[in-house]
């Protein structure tokens, strides 16, 4: 059984005597995007609408993982130091045949996933209710094809509408061999979220009582319809694991559910329909206005605007003349009164076919010359509401009314585990500071993407921006946010990581803590260049700068991501990403290999570090040396880093110094600490601090060392305490004593 986690008045997660603990690991994985059988990567040509006809008898059972291959990755996984996994999972995983038709085959494959996890011991598990632009039929992931029916949308029109980019529609070039390859866009897939059918689905989730009032659906608002079915199949699946396997809940292995990844606010507060926000941060390749979008969907032809990508943001290009060919994205009556056939759907009268919802609710009009706009601020303005319904408005009414009814039914079968509240990507979340809604088990869910690198897919050691002010409208002009030199650049993402932390305490409560449950940066960096030659420099500066950020500022974090499935030809097998830390092509190529780490027990240790003869709390979390799995990893040396296991105090900074191999943590001791029961536990990797050759300085204490498991044990006083570790050269093993009173800035 593992350590129950709790989490103080400060905070800060902790175990159950109160020592500061971190919570470290990765998300598993994001091959739980697509189906499993029949196998549908975005990189598969749609043929004869396959991808439609086949989405009700899809199964997700092997993504993230077949059953005999969890030990060796999970085993990997811990390798790294880490005790915690993100599991992601659909909503058409759970729900893809129909409403209320679960998939319970796939439910029992995941309990058995999870029970194979905890039997190894040592890693904590929180599940992840998974999307990216609302599904795969609109260019990214998450729920079920029927969803978009439900609405009155028909998927398989989406290319010639441009509802919907999917990145399996590019053109396939020929090549040499004879071989079609797609030719990919970096990073366009994001571009859903501002078109017809993402922004729709998003609508009609989290407000359609309020914008669609005319989508009745079985007696429903569409609203209430699909949130309903939504989290239904979510406590469905999560009461079926308690009821399955309760010991995943009694050895503490699961510890929570996250409220859905990255929520979206669709058209909500958008305040002219004719004109592109000015607060639109991406705007690339073919950018239609949300009215320009309305009359594609209907088959109208439209010009648009479109653009590229600079380090100061979008620069528009060449005009583009969208012809639709007359079709329209939405159903007809025929289709629609076979679907409703099907799912047992009965609409109301008002709600027409093959006709624009949102000309339905009078916001435009067709005309002999095509449309004209009626009310431009439709998703900004009520009668009935006093205040302007922005962005600010959706997190704190629209987004809080779903979490609330979330957090009503996880609260009714679960009291004590976590529930992760994931409000939009570097938004401000919802003030619910003392309501009723903050509970001592709430954690707020951030995610960190640095902009320049995930839009350009490189590292620039040179110069940055400052990507979170520029979401948060900080400066004036983009110009303001640069940021030279990679030392600043560091400096940045630790100042934007703790800026963030700092407004959850404002707006949440300083006992609610900020967990990173995606953050990470792209591999196939320099248009993949270091597939071919090995060099991961440009990638492990990129995740030092990351690890930096996250080590000064105490966060617990998931990176995105582990992909077992990950290949140097189609990344993470989604949408050209390639986020995966590990990479099986990397143990074949010779690339990051196994490190020549002897056993620790054979090795000379400095007189003044005592061999470990106690127990260590949690040593199920760390992979003995001999057991150690490190191949396959890319930019290991970032990756594998020093932590606090375990602090008898309350953390105040930390800081990896990856070139110089030097690690520094500043605590605060608890009241009455002494060398016999103050006693901090770090995890000192022996690639970075073989500990022949370590320094170690500190401003009081003694120090042992469990050498199977890498383990530094630091027994410390009370009050402000520093410890400072210092790798040597191999050519002079280091014996030099601790000394007191060293100075940690």
């Known amino acids: 059984m593992q350590e129950k986690i709790l989490i103080s008045k400060k905070g800060e997660f902790t175990d159950t005597k109160g020592n500061v603990i971190q919570l470290r690991g990765v998300n598993l994985d994001p091959s739980v995007k697509i189906p499993f059988t029949p196998f549908q990567s975005t990189h598969c040509p749609i043929i004869e609408d396959n991808l439609f006809k086949s989405a009700p008898d899809v199964s997700f059972i092997n993504h993230p993982l077949p059953l005999d291959k969890i030990e060796e990755h999970i085993n990997r996984i811990k390798s790294l130091g880490y005790n915690t996994i993100r599991f992601p999972f659909t909503w058409e995983a759970l729900e893809h045949e129909g409403p209320g038709k679960y998939d319970y085959e796939y439910m029992d494959y995941v309990i058995q996933v999870l029970q194979k996890i905890n039997i190894l011991g040592g890693i904590y598990v929180y599940l992840d209710p998974h999307q990216d632009a609302w599904s795969r039929f609109t260019g990214g992931s998450g729920a079920p094809l029927w969803t978009l029916y439900a609405a009155g949308l028909q998927p398989s029109r989406f290319k010639s509408t441009e509802a919907a980019i999917l990145h399996n529609y590019f053109f396939q070039r020929e090549v040499q061999n004879n071989e079609s390859i797609p030719d990919y866009p970096k990073m366009l897939w994001p571009t859903n979220y501002f078109r017809l059918a993402c922004q729709t689905m998003f609508t009609l989730f989290f407000a359609g009582k309020m914008f669609a009032p005319k989508c009745i659906l079985n007696g429903k608002n569409i609203q209430d319809y699909l949130q309903e079915k939504f989290i239904n199949a979510i406590m469905e699946f999560y009461q079926r694991i308690i009821e399955k396997a309760p010991e995943l809940f009694e050895d503490n292995c699961v510890i929570g559910l996250e409220s859905i990844n990255e929520p979206n606010c669709g058209y909500i507060g958008d305040t002219n329909l004719s004109q592109i926000p000015k607060e639109r941060d991406l705007k690339l390749g073919t950018t239609p206005t949300a009215y320009e979008s309305f009359l594609?969907?209907?088959?109208?032809?439209?010009?648009?605007?479109?653009?590229?990508?600079?380090?100061?943001?979008?620069?528009?290009?060449?005009?583009?003349?969208?012809?639709?060919?007359?079709?329209?994205?939405?159903?007809?009556?025929?289709?629609?009164?076979?679907?409703?056939?099907?799912?047992?759907?009965?609409?109301?009268?008002?709600?027409?076919?093959?006709?624009?919802?949102?000309?339905?609710?009078?916001?435009?009009?067709?005309?002999?010359?095509?449309?004209?706009?009626?009310?431009?601020?439709?998703?900004?303005?009520?009668?009935?509401?006093?205040?302007?319904?922005?962005?600010?408005?959706?997190?704190?009414?629209?987004?809080?009314?779903?979490?609330?009814?979330?957090?009503?039914?996880?609260?009714?079968?679960?009291?004590?585990?976590?529930?992760?509240?994931?409000?939009?990507?570097?938004?401000?979340?919802?003030?619910?500071?003392?309501?009723?809604?903050?509970?001592?088990k709430t954690i707020c869910a951030c995610h960190f993407y640095d902009g320049l690198s995930l839009m350009f897919?490189?590292?620039?050691?040179?110069?940055?921006?400052?990507?979170?002010?520029?979401?948060?409208?900080?400066?004036?002009?983009?110009?303001?946010?640069?940021?030279?030199?990679?030392?600043?650049?560091?400096?940045?993402?630790?100042?934007?990581?703790?800026?963030?932390?700092?407004?959850?305490?404002?707006?949440?409560?300083?006992?609610?803590?900020?967990?990173?449950?995606?953050?990470?940066?792209?591999?196939?960096?320099?248009?993949?260049?270091?597939?071919?030659?090995?060099?991961?420099?440009?990638?492990?500066?990129?995740?030092?700068?990351?690890?930096?950020?996250?080590?000064?500022?105490?966060?617990?974090?998931?990176?995105?991501?582990?992909?077992?499935?990950?290949?140097?030809?189609?990344?993470?097998?989604?949408?050209?990403?390639?986020?995966?830390i590990w990479s099986s092509q990397d143990i074949a190529k010779g690339f990051a290999k196994n490190p020549s780490i002897t056993q620790n027990k054979n090795r000379v240790i400095p007189e003044y570090i005592k061999r470990v003869n106690e127990d260590i709390p949690c040593l199920d979390h760390y992979v003995k040396v001999d057991s150690l799995d490190l191949s396959g990893f890319r930019a290991l040396d970032a990756l594998l880093r020093p932590f606090p296991i375990s602090i008898h105090g309350h953390f105040e900074k930390a800081e990896f110094q990856l070139r110089r191999k030097f690690y520094k943590l500043k605590i605060i001791g608890k009241a009455n600490s002494d060398f016999s029961n103050g006693k901090t536990y770090i995890f000192l990797p022996s690639y970075h601090f073989p500990i022949e050759y370590v320094t170690i300085k500190a401003s009081s204490g003694s120090f042992s060392y469990d050498s199977e498991h890498q383990v530094l044990i630091w027994s410390h006083n009370s009050g402000l305490q520093y410890i400072m570790i210092q790798t040597g050269t191999s050519s002079s093993p280091n014996s030099k004593e601790s000394s007191p009173n060293c100075v940690i800035n």
């Open 296 to 440: 594609l969907g209907e088959g109208i032809d439209v010009t648009v605007k479109q653009y590229s990508i600079s380090i100061f943001g979008p620069s528009e290009t060449q005009p583009k003349r969208v012809s639709c060919g007359k079709e329209k994205a939405w159903l007809t009556r025929e289709e629609r009164d076979a679907i409703d056939a099907k799912y047992g759907w009965s609409r109301n009268n008002e709600w027409e076919p093959y006709k624009c919802i949102w000309r339905q609710h009078e916001v435009w009009k067709l005309t002999e010359n095509g449309g004209e706009l009626l009310d431009p601020e439709y998703f900004s303005r009520k009668k009935d509401v006093a205040q302007e319904i922005n962005e600010e408005f959706f997190i704190n009414n629209h987004f809080v009314e779903y979490y609330k009814h979330l957090h009503t039914r996880f609260r009714a079968v679960d009291e004590t585990r976590f529930l992760f509240l994931q409000p939009p990507v570097f938004r401000k979340p919802p003030k619910l500071i003392d309501t009723d809604l903050i509970d001592t």
């Open 457 to 580: 897919k490189t590292w620039n050691k040179y110069f940055n921006v400052d990507t979170f002010g520029i979401v948060r409208k900080k400066y004036s002009n983009p110009v303001f946010s640069l940021v030279v030199g990679e030392q600043n650049i560091r400096k940045s993402f630790d100042n934007q990581l703790k800026l963030m932390k700092e407004e959850v305490r404002t707006v949440l409560g300083e006992q609610v803590p900020t967990f990173f449950t995606e953050i990470g940066m792209p591999f196939d960096m320099n248009n993949k260049m270091s597939y071919l030659s090995g060099d991961y420099a440009a990638q492990t500066a990129a995740m030092d700068a990351i690890g930096y950020a996250l080590e000064r500022n105490n966060l617990s974090f998931s990176l995105w991501c582990y992909c077992s499935s990950n290949s140097h030809e189609w990344g993470d097998n989604w949408n050209n990403e390639d986020f995966s």
